[in-house]
């Protein structure tokens, strides 16, 4: 018996898939929340290639938004303590409620986007 | 205007000085300063574009190059006087002299270079590594114009005698000292002080300087030529490295490792100048010695002396008493990690093996021997360029 059993959590572990890290064409975040009162959706396009410059597109369900500041930051780590100036996100000329702008990502790792209205 | 100053195709009137040495120095300065600039950007504010204040500095001088020589050859092919055209080479059917042709090149791969590197970006993403094909088209350009530049000066140098002369030989060394710096910034990642007490970082001051330093010394015949060149280098790393901090800047790029509060400088000048000065001491007595012992003893004295003053200093340049303003050890690029040597003081061991040290330090020897060698052919080349 205990042979079977042996024999059986072989089996099983031979047929557990190996943990492989990859991370090819991730798809587009998309995000729907508050900063304050404002209710913004967040879409943001990762870049095909690290080093490279994310998209992302802020719409804001208010129309009093005067300004909207976008910052890449590492979520873990020494580099999550300390932030680069924030840019400010373009207003689009055809949609009083729409934001763009370019996020650039410089090294591998987790990130997060802090958004200030 | 003097008789033989007259040759001279175009001179500020009643100097001598024509206005295309002058130009080049103003173009030296103003690349070696845009190039110092970016570098900082990059270790301070991380984001640019080609807009940016030391991009344009580099640009104006690669454009003051391109149309100041391209001026110059068109005046001389068409409407040169006979002396003019007599002091000029000929080069697909123009004539000009050929310092300007080469900085008419250099100007040219310059300007090139930015939509070159405009379309990399676009082609391959943002850069990794600082070599790359565009960024090695700019570095070509600069050093074309800075030969170009100290070529025009030398060809009026041995045209002419007394206080023209001496004037023009400053100029010429002064636009040599940028030639240094230019061969000494693109070797700023082998001469960072963690390296200092490594093989290689010997290995790659050797490669090249020396070249320029015997060339430079032996076509302006001055008696303190290589003190005065080291001399121009140290000057413009202790300006740049005094200035740049006085600016507050902090970073636009992360991650963010450092508190930057202002523009970061770049290390403290390599100490050239000593063995340079120790080399013009004791020219007098190996001046007439055969050209390979010359170039035995010239190279080798050179590092000799580099390392001996080079490795203690950078024992210094390690400890609590350097880390002030003066000798800028306490500011770092913002993605300098807290753990990296760099920021910690401490030595790299490049070499990992007693073997492979003393391997790179026999190789920046003969570096600095092969290098005095080919300096004194270009140098006794360059002292007989007229045109």
């Known amino acids: ?117 | 205007m003097s008789e033989t100053s007259s040759d001279s195709i175009t001179q500020v009137r009643g100097q001598g000085i024509p206005w295309l040495v002058w130009a080049n120095v103003v173009i030296s300065v103003s690349i070696a300063t845009g190039l110092y600039w970016d570098i900082s950007w990059h270790e301070t504010i991380g984001r640019d574009s080609f807009w940016t204040p030391a991009h344009l500095l580099i640009q104006f001088g690669a454009l003051l190059a391109a149309l100041g020589s391209a001026w110059v050859i068109m005046q001389t092919s068409f409407s040169g006087s006979p002396a003019a055209r007599q002091n000029s080479v000929r080069v697909l059917g123009l004539r000009g002299p050929l310092g300007a042709f080469i900085a008419a090149w250099g100007g040219g791969a310059m300007l090139t270079s930015a939509p070159f590197d405009n379309w990399w970006h676009e082609a391959y993403g943002l850069d990794v590594k600082i070599i790359s094909p565009p960024h090695i088209l700019l570095a070509l350009g600069m050093a074309g114009i800075m030969w170009g530049g100290a070529i025009l000066a030398v060809a009026e140098l041995n045209r002419t005698e007394g206080a023209l002369r001496r004037k023009l030989d400053r100029i010429f060394l002064f636009i040599g000292g940028f030639i240094i710096l230019q061969g000494m910034t693109l070797k700023l990642e082998y001469t960072n002080r963690v390296l200092l007490h490594s093989g290689i970082s010997y290995l790659w001051i050797s490669a090249g300087t020396l070249l320029f330093l015997e060339a430079l010394s032996r076509s302006s015949g001055n008696r303190w030529a290589r003190t005065i060149v080291t001399g121009v280098y140290s000057i413009f790393v202790l300006i740049m490295m005094w200035v740049l901090p006085l600016f507050p800047a902090q970073p636009k790029l992360g991650p963010v490792y450092q508190n930057i509060t202002h523009m970061v400088p770049l290390p403290f000048p390599i100490l050239l100048i000593v063995p340079a000065f120790v080399l013009d001491l004791m020219w007098p007595i190996f001046k007439d010695a055969p050209k390979w012992q010359q170039a035995l003893f010239g190279g080798v004295a050179f590092l000799a002396i580099l390392i001996a003053v080079e490795w203690p200093f950078a024992t210094f340049l390690m400890s609590p008493a350097s880390r002030n303003a003066f000798f800028a050890t306490v500011d770092f690029p913002y993605f300098a990690l807290p753990t990296s040597p760099t920021v910690r003081h401490i030595f790299v061991q490049w070499e990992t093996t007693s073997g492979a040290f003393w391997r790179d330090m026999g190789l920046g020897f003969l570096a600095s021997v092969v290098s005095t060698r080919i300096g004194i052919v270009f140098g006794e080349w360059m002292s007989r360029v007229k045109r």
């Open chain 1, 1 to 117: 018996m205990v042979k079977f059993m042996r024999k059986f959590l072989l089996v099983i572990f031979l047929l557990l898939p190996l943990a492989l890290p990859a991370h090819v064409g991730n798809p587009d975040v998309y995000y729907d929340g508050y900063a304050g009162p404002y209710h913004l959706l967040v879409t943001l396009r990762p870049p095909l290639v690290v080093p490279g410059v994310a998209q992302i597109e802020i719409r804001s369900a208010a129309n009093d938004v005067d300004e909207i500041k976008i910052l890449p930051l590492r979520v873990i780590g020494p580099g999550a303590k300390m932030a680069p100036l924030p840019d400010t996100a373009q207003h689009s000329a055809t949609d009083p409620q729409l934001y763009t702008g370019s996020l650039w990502i410089m090294v591998r790792g987790s990130w997060k986007v802090q958004i200030q209205v």
